[in-house]
């Protein structure tokens, strides 16, 4: 059996662990009030390090983890090498100046004792709210001051990892879940990140601890105590329920039996096998329990065609977690451990405001704040009783900067958001849309788009028009209307 895990280069100086130590467990471990005490806490963590998990997760939010880990990285001060360090940064949707940014990532900085945090993984609550590009574009500034080692983002989709590369942000992570209930990431997330050289970061691979032989055979729990495994029964729920679930692990259990290793191996090694995936994060309740001698084992082992076949086989009889990666903290079924982001935020702010037109009795309109709607004379959005009309829209951020320059479909997909943010403050949204108009400035890019538009649109199916439209103004490759007739009760704000 090897010694240590396995490691991995992450971009170009970060040697890191094939299996991270996650401490969002901190955060249960403290949830009553009571804070680990950082030494001994740091104590557990140094053990972890010496046997060759040397890669901690955490994040803003993750309790006392960042101190706890800063504790452990001064004991490392004066030894030229140190554990590696991730962690996050979510901050509540709202204008992202360079100096909230700033402040975000300096708290990072002071809370591990650091001069630089190694990987700094940007979680963002709602894409219709654009500022996440200005906070990337500013961590990326902040990467060359020296600030941030590399740029990792969390719980993005396929469709906006992608307007991230395109719009120029050096992404080297892309933090999200991915286990044998899970298996989103498998589709078009991986594609992308092989295609633009992004690593996968697996979370959730053992379901809180579910996907073990603990939980072989056993009943449906009715209570569960911790917020992990609250959050993972969600994921099997959606996932067509505990009788699907128990179909996994029995077909774990059998291939855990054949290399003589453990069914959370077997999990741990199915999700590690995927070329796009640097490392698997998996919880640590320090303190508590430890699991490392059996986590361990799954470098010893490998897959073989006829194990990969009879996890299909168990597949089958499940359900595929609906959406994309990170669906499940912007849309209902909230799969959290609350179920919603109670936990997280009090309210999603709306970037846009609706108002009265004047002299016209019972209309509204949604101004964006463009310089340019008083000048040219045009509103954003406009909602006439039950029908909301929402003007051309293109990829623009701010005033004039064009997103995504040559890439019509990650284009499409800010506009969608766009769209999607205009509708909201006349009470409609994306499943009031009865029709759109879309404006191709090359015909040829006609596919991407329309995937792009079938991503947000595939089960609405609005009535829809596309032309080619070559002069389009600036860099914009895609302009894109939209109509949508919200029901009845539905009111304009
Ligand atoms: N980016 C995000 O939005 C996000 C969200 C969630 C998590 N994360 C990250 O991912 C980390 C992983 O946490 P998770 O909540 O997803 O949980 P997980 O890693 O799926 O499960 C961790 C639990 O699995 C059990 N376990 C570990 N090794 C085992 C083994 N060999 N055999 C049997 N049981 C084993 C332990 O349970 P017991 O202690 O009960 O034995 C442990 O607490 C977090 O700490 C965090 O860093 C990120």
Not at 5 to 33: F, H, T, Y
Not at 239 to 265: E, M
Not at 334 to 350: I, R, W
Request: aromatic letters at 8%; hydrophobic letters at 40%.
């Amino acid at each position: 059996m090897p010694q240590t895990p396995d490691r991995i280069a992450l971009g170009e100086s970060l040697s890191i662990s094939r299996l991270v130590c996650g401490l969002w467990q901190v955060a249960d471990l403290e949830k009553n009030g009571t804070t680990l005490d950082p030494e001994i806490a740091a104590d557990a963590l140094q053990a972890y390090a010496k046997s060759g998990f040397d890669t901690f997760d955490m994040a803003d939010h993750y309790g006392s983890a960042e101190i706890i880990t800063g504790r452990l990285l001064a004991r490392f001060r004066d030894a030229g090498a140190r554990p590696a360090a991730f962690t996050k940064w979510c901050p509540e949707p709202g204008p992202m100046t360079p100096d909230i940014v700033r402040k975000g990532v300096q708290e990072r900085l002071d809370r591990l004792g650091v001069d630089k945090v190694d990987l700094l993984q940007f979680h963002w609550w709602s894409f219709e709210h654009p500022a996440w590009l200005d906070a990337l574009h500013e961590m990326a500034s902040l990467k060359d001051e020296g600030l941030i080692g590399a740029i990792g983002v969390t719980n993005f989709d396929a469709a906006h990892l992608r307007v991230a590369l395109a719009d120029g942000i050096p992404v080297a992570t892309n933090q999200v879940s991915f286990s044998l209930v899970d298996r989103r990431a498998a589709g078009e997330l991986s594609t992308l990140c092989m295609e633009r050289g992004v690593r996968l970061l697996a979370y959730g691979t053992l379901c809180g601890g579910f996907l073990s032989d603990k939980w072989l055979g056993k009943a449906e729990p009715e209570t569960i105590a911790d917020w992990s495994r609250s959050k993972y029964k969600r994921f099997i729920d959606v996932a067509g329920g505990w009788a699907g679930f128990q179909g996994i692990l029995a077909a774990a259990a059998d291939i855990g039996r054949k290399h003589g290793v453990s069914i959370s191996n077997v999990a741990t090694r199915w999700v590690l096998e995927h070329e796009a995936v640097a490392a698997a994060i998996i919880g640590a309740r320090i303190g508590e329990s430890e699991h490392r001698s059996d986590n361990l084992k799954l470098f010893g082992f490998a897959l073989d065609d006829d194990d990969k076949a009879r996890l299909e086989e168990a597949f089958a009889a499940t359900v595929q977690i609906p959406g994309d990666c990170g669906d499940e903290y912007r849309k209902p079924p909230y799969l959290t451990a609350s179920g919603d982001l109670s936990h997280h935020l009090d309210a999603l702010p709306s970037i846009y405001s609706a108002e009265p037109v004047p002299g016209r009795a019972g209309q509204f309109r949604v101004s964006s704040g463009s310089v340019w709607e008083p000048v040219a004379g045009y509103s954003r959005a406009v909602r006439v009783k039950d029908t909301i009309r929402v003007s051309g829209t293109t990829a623009t951020h701010g005033n004039d900067r064009c997103v995504a320059p040559g890439d019509p479909a990650a284009q499409t997909t800010y506009i969608l958001d766009k769209i999607a943010a205009s509708l909201r403050p006349l009470g409609g949204s994306m499943d009031d849309m009865v029709r759109t108009r879309i404006y191709l400035r090359d015909a040829a890019q006609w596919e991407p788009v329309s995937r792009a538009h079938g991503r947000v649109f595939g089960d609405i199916m609005p009535a829809n028009t596309m032309v080619e439209a070559g002069d389009l103004i600036g860099d914009y490759a895609v302009e894109i209307e939209a109509e949508a007739v919200v029901p009845d009760n539905a009111q304009g704000r």
